[in-house]
């Protein structure tokens, strides 16, 4: 999952809304009173000799703390959940001669239960029950999940996996994968698709376990018949470049489609390259377009580049310099250099003026020193010809070294040419 902590982006976001925005202590204050408004008000339907107002009130304050949203929520000076508060007290107060029944707000078991209870916070801890809430309501809080989708019941496996999240990605405390991919474990081999995947991931990189490619590939597997977008991209990549198993792209393709269909930009991304290079599919650069585009519109970088040529050569869609040019920037604002190496060829047309060739001969630069030698090639032109930067022939030949150095065959012929071999 992508690795953003939502609760710092949240406060960040609402703090010039709401004066001051909520601490961390207080979101998880927040979040186990809202687990326990759950259960107290579901708790009330069991109580005996209820009148009917009672009831329905349980019902309409359950219904207002479902239907908070996520701003909501993350802004101190919220109304709405002073009012839910104030209103809850009341009820509070109204139910007390009615005995209550207990209810059972996670589905748990007893291993589940003894490593759970050694999690504790003592501003909210109670008994094991509330313990066990409260790991999911931090997992919950650190996941970025919001309240207008949080239910009763947690399966165990949701709960193994979100804390194996926790440990992962340092989310409440320090990083520690070894504990991460135990719990990943207990979860995949429950079948949990996403911890199926998650534990893909740890064989992959080598984190809490010793790297295994082949097992990578198996988790991997077994989360993307479950139709895991993630896993299904990260199967298709395997496949590919013969990773864990044995290379097969036209199968690796398969699943990128299915993962591209879910949404998923990089799919996308490789979807399009494979239609792009697809010289005997009919429309290939059609279809290629199209994915790219899709790529794009979820700001990934490369996809941006891509529709950016795309747009300059008018393949696959109608030419157009002026979104070529949008697209390009759009790519370069994120550090691509592929990018800057087309938009400054691009800014050496005639179309486009001697200003526009100064950015040219920077954005080429700042492509080389990346270390791309097409644009280390293309700089070494630069200072040759004098576009965009005052001729200098010892430029010139060291980018053309440069070049050459990586494998560059233009960057070796114009070398050659500058400084031809004594004979």
Avoid at 21 to 44: G, I, P
Avoid at 73 to 81: E, N, P
Avoid at 267 to 273: F, I, K, N, P
Wanted: proline share 2%; hydrophobic share 40%; charged share 30%.
């Amino acid at each position: 999952m992508e690795k953003v902590d939502q609760i710092e982006k949240v406060q960040n976001n609402t703090a010039g809304n709401a004066g001051k925005a909520l601490t961390r202590e207080e979101l998880k204050a927040f979040f186990d009173r809202y687990f326990q408004v759950k259960a107290f008000c579901d708790a009330a339907a069991l109580r005996s000799s209820m009148p009917e107002d009672l009831q329905l009130r349980c019902r309409e304050i359950k219904a207002q703390y479902e239907a908070l949203d996520l701003d909501c929520i993350t802004m101190a000076s919220c109304k709405s959940i002073q009012q839910l508060y104030a209103q809850l007290a009341e009820l509070e107060k109204a139910l007390e001669p009615y005995p209550a029944q207990e209810v059972v707000v996670l589905e748990t078991d007893d291993e589940a239960e003894t490593e759970f209870d050694n999690v504790e916070d003592d501003a909210i801890r109670r008994n094991k029950r509330r313990a066990l809430r409260l790991n999911v309501a931090v997992a919950v809080i650190v996941l970025g999940a919001v309240a207008g989708v949080l239910v009763l019941l947690v399966p165990v496996q949701w709960v193994q996996n979100a804390m194996g999240c926790i440990y992962y990605y340092g989310r409440v405390g320090e990083v520690d994968y070894t504990e991460a991919e135990r719990w990943f474990r207990k979860a995949a081999e429950a079948g949990y698709a996403k911890a199926q995947y998650n534990l893909g991931m740890c064989y992959d990189t080598g984190h809490g376990i010793k790297q295994d490619y082949v097992e990578a590939v198996n988790w991997y597997r077994k989360a993307a018949v479950q139709d895991h977008e993630l896993a299904q991209l990260a199967l298709g990549i395997c496949l590919e470049e013969g990773r864990g198993v044995e290379a097969d792209y036209a199968e690796a393709v398969r699943w990128y489609e299915k993962s591209a269909e879910q949404g998923v930009p990089e799919a996308q991304y490789r979807m399009a390259l494979y239609y792009y290079k697809s010289e005997d599919e009919p429309n290939h650069f059609q279809k290629a377009y199209r994915y790219f585009k899709k790529a794009a519109e979820q700001d990934h970088a490369q996809a941006q580049c891509r529709v950016g040529r795309c747009k300059e050569l008018g393949l696959g869609t109608e030419r157009n310099w002026v979104k070529a040019e949008e697209y390009y920037r759009k790519a370069i604002e994120k550090g691509d250099s592929k990018a800057q190496y087309y938009l400054a060829l691009m800014l050496t047309d005639s179309k486009f003026s001697d200003k526009d060739r100064l950015e040219a001969a920077d954005l080429m630069r700042k492509s080389a020193d990346s270390g791309n030698s097409d644009a280390q090639y293309e700089l070494g032109r630069f200072y040759e010809e004098g576009i965009g930067v005052k001729k200098s022939r010892k430029e010139a030949l060291r980018w053309y070294i440069k070049a050459a150095d990586r494998g560059n065959k233009k960057a070796q012929e114009a070398w050659e040419q500058l400084v031809p071999p004594v004979k």
